[in-house]
Structures are given as C-alpha cells and as structure tokens.
C-alpha cells in the first residue's frame, strides 16, 4: 500500500513514475519535501493566526518505504534538509497567491527583531525579481514585499537573506504536473545547501 501510495504521489507531481529505483527513489523524496515544506510555511506564514503544526516520524524502525525524513541507515531524506531550512527561527518564505500577488513573509521565531537584507530569483538566474532590506520584528511575521503571482508559469524561486540571520529557501510555483529533469535542474541551479555571500 505504501508503494502504490507513494506512485500516485509522484506521478501527481511528475505526470509519470520512474522505471528505475533510484529515479524513483529521488522523485518519491522531492515529493515528501515539497510537502513537508509547504505545509510548514503555510503555517508559518500566517504566524498567531495559524499555528501548531506538528509532524513526526523522524526515523525509520526498519528498512522500509516511508515518510520518515531519516532512513533506517541513519542518512538524511530530501525533506530533512527541506524542514530544516522552512524551520530556522528566521525564514522568509512566500506565501500562497492571493489576487494575483505573493507576499514574501519574513518568519521570526525569536525574540529579537532581526535586519535582513533579502533577494529572490528564478533558479538559475542572477536577475532578482524583489530585492531589498527589511525587518523581520520579533515573535511573528511580517509582509516584506510583494511579487506579481506568475500567472501559471511553472518555476522555481530562490529566496535568500543576509544580516542578522541568514539563510536561502526556494518555493515551486506553478501547477503540477512538473517535469522531473526540469525540476532537479532547478534545484541543482538553487544549490540551496551550499554557503551563501551577500544577495
């Protein structure tokens, strides 16, 4: 059941399911952290009007198919670098369409006020789409700026800040089906775990 669950997940988000494991294996974990993530941010986003999300299975009990963001031989899954970033005490994060805008929210878990300095693009360009400096006030979220929707288009945006916290995060626009060479490029292109300079 759990394989056939996860074959209907994929090729929801992929239009097709992989012939091959490991294929199969990369598409089925891209789509366990685009979920992870963006029921995360949903929440976050809306901070002290939504709040209380909880998810679990952490580890795996056996070797086995699962939604557990670590596996039985103690390596991370694709969702747990994705829940990690969509978790930092300060994240920025775009928000759902709403009357063909997307607001990017700043998230700030702590109890300080924090400067950022804050960039998004498309992946793979150098272009930013919004751009600029902010602060994220502490204990809640804040409208930082705001990006025309995108009008269908499948694409991935980068986000990434500097300043008293720092990090980089991506949102997948667009209606599935995505083709799943495109969509690894762009994370290739995003390169969301490689250390960040000035945006």
């Given amino acids: 059941p759990r394989v056939d669950l996860m074959e209907r997940q994929v090729r929801m988000m992929f239009g097709t399911v992989p012939g091959d494991l490991a294929t199969f294996s990369r598409a089925s974990q891209a ?12 929440f976050r986003s809306a901070k002290w009007r939504r709040s209380g999300i909880l998810w679990w299975n952490l580890l795996d009990g056996w070797p086995q198919f699962s939604d557990s963001v670590v596996d039985w031989y103690f390596r991370p899954k694709a969702a747990y670098a994705a829940v990690r970033r969509s978790q930092a005490p300060v994240c920025l994060v775009l928000a759902e369409p709403d009357g063909g805008e997307q607001a990017l929210v700043a998230v700030n878990d702590t109890l300080s006020d924090a400067r950022v300095r804050y960039a998004v693009r498309r992946a793979g360009s150098a272009e930013p789409l919004a751009a600029g400096d902010g602060v994220s006030p502490a204990n809640r979220a804040e409208v930082l700026a705001r990006l025309p929707a995108g009008g269908g288009r499948q694409e991935m945006l980068v986000i990434e800040w500097t300043g008293d916290a720092s990090g980089a995060n991506h949102y997948l626009r667009g209606e599935p089906p995505f083709d799943l060479g495109t969509y690894l490029g762009w994370l290739e292109a995003a390169a969301l775990d490689r250390p960040r300079g000035d945006v």
């Fill in 31 to 42: 789509v366990q952290a685009e979920a992870l993530e963006f029921f995360i941010e949903w």
